[in-house]
């Protein structure tokens, strides 16, 4: 029997990125969000929301440029900070003591002690309600070379990503390998 | 050293849902997408990106809603089935055994098998590349009594919810539980 919980921004499990921009000062910043996935292939891109009031928010427009980088377990304190407080007020970076490395392709900042960093650049935003929508094309993917498996591919068990699930307010880790994508529903049924 | 993977649509965790629409004729179909996610709180809302091509598109165009349904790790081969099939040779609840539900509030089906289903109604619709990114507003988000804590949250230990690692095709589950969202990182650093 199913219950219905009404009309909540309930759905799971939602990453956990952080996400880097300069202000119009230079001064690096680095918000957490949850709001965010990939949108196409071709260009390779993601989606990104924000408030509109989030210090991110006009950096993102100002610049046409973020990068998302994407913690670990390691970092759960520090990304869930850097949700918490706002650039408006803090220089997040100076006050965890994480780095920011200049992009190579785009004028925000990744850090350089998450093991994956993504830089992209504005393709287009789109207001949602409380939440603008910036749509962003992933130029590069850089990642510790000790995270890859020796064929190339991310390894997640070393990698560790945090997963958010709305509704209870709670992290998670990534558990176990539970199959190959595309590949073990081929003969769910025996029409196929 | 982080290692160059060039522009690619790798960014992780990425959540595995499985989109109910209807198409002109009234048959049920259930397509699974992974280039998801939630991009507003007011209102609440979900971005479902499909690439052009898929059967999906049109009937979400045609029928301006869809539902939302998060498979848990029991239905993993039904999943990747739907992402491997397309509604215009299979009728894939029939194929599966699995039952579409009329939606109560939209014009779309959901999987009554699936712990957890979100009926959403069409906001827009913008092109990104490949893909067209739909933004629904989620109007109810139903879930299996037995899905939730006593205190009325979700329980992922039960929902059980799949996650997918782009670049390594691969599904995993949710883990361990590692601490509170907007909290654990409160006193993360000496300023705060």
Redesign the interface.
């Known amino acids: 029997?199913?219950?219905?919980?009404?009309?909540?921004?309930?759905?799971?499990?939602?990453?956990v990125?952080v996400i880097g921009t300069y202000d119009r000062e230079g001064k690096p910043n680095v918000a957490t969000a949850?709001?965010?996935?990939?949108?196409?292939?071709?260009?390779?891109?993601?989606?990104v929301?924000l408030?509109k009031e989030r210090y991110t928010h006009a950096n993102i427009l100002d610049r046409k440029a973020f990068t998302?980088n994407?913690p670990s377990?390691d970092y759960?304190?520090?990304?869930?900070?850097?949700?918490?407080?706002s650039g408006f007020r803090?220089n997040k970076t100076a006050?965890?003591?994480l780095t920011p490395v200049k992009g190579d392709l785009v004028d925000a900042p990744y850090l350089k002690e998450f093991p994956?960093?993504?830089e992209c650049k504005l393709?287009?935003h789109?207001d949602?309600?409380?939440?603008t929508?910036f749509?962003g094309?992933?130029?590069?993917?850089?990642?510790?070379?000790e995270m890859?498996?020796e064929d190339?591919?991310?390894?997640?068990e070393k990698?560790k990503?945090?997963?958010?699930?709305?509704?209870?307010?709670?992290?998670?880790?990534?558990?176990?390998?539970?199959?190959?994508?595309?590949?073990?529903?081929?003969y769910?049924?025996?029409?196929?």
């Open positions: 029997m199913k219950r219905s919980l009404g009309s909540r921004s309930i759905a799971y499990p939602v990453p990125w949850a709001w965010v996935g990939i949108c196409a292939s071709e260009p390779p891109a993601v989606c929301s408030r998302v994407i377990e759960l304190k520090e990304t869930d900070y850097f949700g918490l407080t803090h006050e965890t003591g994956c960093v993504i393709l287009g789109t949602v309600g409380s939440h929508a749509i094309e992933i130029l590069d993917v850089k990642m510790d070379e890859l498996k190339g591919t991310p390894d997640v990698l990503p945090l997963v958010l699930i709305p509704g209870s307010a709670s992290y998670y880790g990534v558990g176990k390998y539970l199959g190959k994508a595309y590949s073990v529903g081929k769910c049924c025996s029409v196929t």
